[in-house]
C-alpha cells in the first residue's frame, strides 16, 4: 500500500477507509464511497486527503455549484471534459450521445442511457493506462441528471481500476441512497478540544471552551470559523446551536462578514471567482481584466483568507463559495 498523507486530527478511521480504497483501486478493483455528512464536518478535508495520498493515479475532481443546479449535463462536462482525448474509444452512439450533451455537435436530444454508458465506458477506458479517482465534492448541487447518471456508473463498476468519491451534505440527495457510505461525525471531544485550542490565543475558561466544544457538537469548521475575531467575553455567551442548518447558517454568515470587509475590487474579484466552477486561474485573470479589475485586488482577497489564487483558484470551504 502507498503510505498516504498525515492523518487528519481525529480522523484516523475515515483516512484508513480512503487508504484501503485506493489500494484496492491499485490492485484493479473498483470503488465507490459516498461521504455523508453535515456542512463543515470535514468531508472536503477528506477529499483534500484522497487527493494527496492518490497522487500516483490519474485524478478528476469537480464540485457540485448551487447556481448550476438547473443546467442539465453541466456536472457530467465538469467530470468529463479533462477526459474527451479518448471520445473516440467509444462506440459510435455513445459518442454521439456525450458530443451532443456538451453542445459539440448538433443532434436529437440525447437518450440519458446511452449517456450513461458513454460515462460508464469513457472513464473505464481512462482507467485502461492509469488508476483514476474521481472526486466529487458537494454532490447534492448536481443537476439532476449528472447525479442520476453517477449514480448509474457507481453501481456498474466491476473490475475497472477505477474510484467514485462523493462528498454530500447529510439529509440530502437519495439518489445515492445505496451506495457504500460512510457517515462523517463531529470530532470527539478530545479532539475537538484540541483543534479549539490551536486556534485560541488569549487565555480561555475551560468551562466555556467545553460549552462551545458542546453546542458546535466538534463541528471542525464550526469550532474554527465561529471563534474567529471573538475575545473570551464574547464567546462566553455560546453559540446556541440547535441543529446542523443554522451552523452552516452561522459559519456562512462568518464568511459573508469577512467579504464584506473587503475593498470593493476584492469582493468583486472573489464574486468572479465562485461564478467560475472550473477554478481556472487563466479564465479568471482574463474575466477580471474585462472587468477592469486591477490584479493588486487579489492581495486583499488571499489575505483573507477565503481563497487562494495559485495553479487553481480554490476556496477555503464550499460554504465560502455559497456565502459568496
Keep these: 500500500m502507498e503510505v498516504g ?7 484516523t478511521a475515515e483516512c484508513a477507509t480512503l487508504d484501503e480504497l485506493l489500494a484496492s483501486v491499485r490492485a484493479g478493483r473498483s470503488q465507490v464511497l459516498v461521504l455523508r455528512g453535515a ?13 494527496q495520498s492518490a497522487a500516483d493515479c490519474r485524478i478528476v475532481r469537480v464540485a457540485g455549484i448551487e447556481s448550476e443546479l438547473e443546467l442539465p449535463f453541466a456536472g457530467l462536462h465538469q467530470l468529463c471534459a479533462p477526459l474527451l482525448d479518448r471520445l473516440d474509444d467509444l462506440p459510435s452512439p455513445q459518442r454521439g450521445s456525450l458530443v451532443t ?5 448538433v443532434g436529437e436530444p440525447p437518450d440519458r442511457f446511452l449517456i450513461a454508458l458513454a460515462v460508464l465506458g469513457l472513464l473505464a ?59 462523517v461525525h463531529g470530532l470527539d471531544r478530545v479532539d475537538a478540544r484540541a483543534l479549539l485550542d490551536s486556534v485560541l490565543t488569549a487565555p480561555f475558561d475551560g468551562e466555556v471552551r467545553e460549552r462551545i466544544v458542546a453546542e458546535t457538537h466538534g463541528n ?10 471573538l475575545s473570551p467575553t464574547e ?40 461564478a467560475e466552477p472550473t477554478g481556472d486561474p487563466i479564465l479568471l485573470w482574463r474575466a477580471l481584466e474585462r472587468l477592469e479589475i486591477p490584479r493588486a485586488a487579489a492581495d486583499d482577497a488571499e489575505d483573507s483568507g477565503l481563497l487562494e489564487l495559485g495553479a487553481r483558484v480554490t476556496f477555503r470551504h464550499p460554504l465560502v463559495r455559497s456565502a459568496v
Excluded: N
Design 125 to 183: 477506458e481512462v482507467a485502461e493506462e492509469k488508476p483514476l479517482v474521481c472526486l466529487i465534492d458537494d454532490a447534492q448541487w448536481l443537476d439532476r441528471v449528472s447525479a442520476q447518471t453517477l449514480a448509474f456508473v457507481a453501481r456498474r463498476l466491476l473490475a475497472e481500476r477505477l474510484a467514485l468519491v462523493f462528498a454530500v451534505r447529510e439529509g440530502t440527495e437519495p439518489v445515492f441512497a445505496g451506495l457504500q457510505t460512510l457517515v
Design 39 to 51: 456542512p463543515g464536518v470535514g468531508k472536503t478535508e477528506l477529499l483534500d486527503y484522497a487527493l
Design 101 to 105: 450533451a456538451f453542445g459539440m455537435g
Design 235 to 274: 464567546l462566553a455567551g455560546g453559540f446556541g446551536v440547535p441543529d446542523t442548518t443554522q451552523l452552516a447558517g452561522r459559519i456562512q454568515e462568518g464568511f459573508v462578514a469577512r467579504l464584506h470587509s473587503l475593498p470593493v475590487d476584492s469582493r468583486r474579484l472573489v464574486l468572479t471567482a465562485a
Design 220 to 229: 471542525p469548521l464550526a469550532l474554527l470559523e465561529l471563534t474567529r475575531g
Design 5 to 11: 498523507e498525515p492523518v487528519l486530527l481525529g480522523r
